[in-house]
């Protein structure tokens, strides 16, 4: 009878240890994915940094190893790896004419670096990306041009499909234009639309009052030496209102 009645349903100690054990499991699950995805944007936070130092060099034309350089870039080497470069010694080359990604022998190695974290990789493949001074604007993988699409670089988990999860990933923004920002996997590059120049400002000419004629209420003296009163308020000429 005892058996019967146990089969029926748990005990509470049973829906207790249930709940608790769920409770464990879930908190566990929660702190490694908030963990993952602050670790991913701390390390695409660094390559934007390190993006950025490439920039402040060329738009302010600093000196590499005793020489002014035709720009400096970045360079990602391996799946977790990327390297800062100076461009050519812009004193012994034509720089307009010389390629801007990387060429071991010709441009000089900076620094070589590793992602944030050793369990982090590039998702997408990325060219190379190379500041110009003195504007500070970007050849995208040795192409040129302000109108170029951006080049986007999404980190994340090396074994997260960043489609499906984009929220653990994050996407790096970069546009021929110099500017440079971070969405999450998911998001879009796009560089906002200018509105243009404000319209200019026209006159505006205040109407012109209907003209009228006011005449006097005073006795008029006609022909005969008759007088007559006259009451008048207001004439409008033809055409005004």
């Known amino acids: 009878m005892n058996n019967t009645r146990r089969s029926l349903g748990f005990t ?8 608790a054990i769920t409770g464990i499991v879930t908190t566990g699950v929660v702190t490694r994915f908030s963990k993952t995805s602050v670790v991913t944007r701390k390390a ?16 302010s034309g600093t000196q590499y190893e005793d ?7 970045i360079t990602v080497t391996t799946e977790t790896t990327y390297a800062l470069y100076a461009g050519p010694d812009a004193g012994s080359v034509v720089c307009a004419s010389e390629d801007r990604n990387f060429e ?3 441009d000089a ?8 974290d050793p369990t982090l990789s590039f998702k997408t493949a990325v060219g190379d990306i190379f500041f110009e001074p003195p504007s500070g604007t970007a050849a995208l993988d040795n192409t040129i041009g302000t109108n170029q699409a951006p ?5 994340g988990p090396t074994e997260t499909d960043c489609i ?13 234009t110099g500017k440079i920002d971070l969405v999450r996997a998911d ?3 796009a560089e906002p639309i200018s509105s243009g120049p404000p319209p200019t400002p026209t006159a505006t000419l205040a109407p012109t009052p209907a003209p009228y004629v006011t005449l006097s209420t005073a006795p008029t003296t006609v022909a005969g030496g008759a007088s007559v009163q006259v009451s008048w308020n207001r004439v409008n000429f033809s055409g005004y209102p």
């Open 109 to 116: 190695t900076i620094e070589e670096l590793s992602l944030l």
């Open 187 to 189: 998001g879009v590059c």
């Open 67 to 73: 020489a002014f350089r035709c720009g400096f870039g």
């Open 44 to 59: 695409a936070e660094r390559f934007i940094t390190d993006l950025r130092s490439m920039q402040s060099r060329a738009l």
């Open 164 to 176: 499906a999860s984009p929220n653990q990933c994050q996407r790096v923004c970069i546009f021929a």
């Open 104 to 106: 071991d022998g010709i």
């Open 151 to 155: 080049v986007d670089v999404v980190i």
């Open 12 to 19: 509470l100690i049973e829906i207790l240890i249930a709940i």
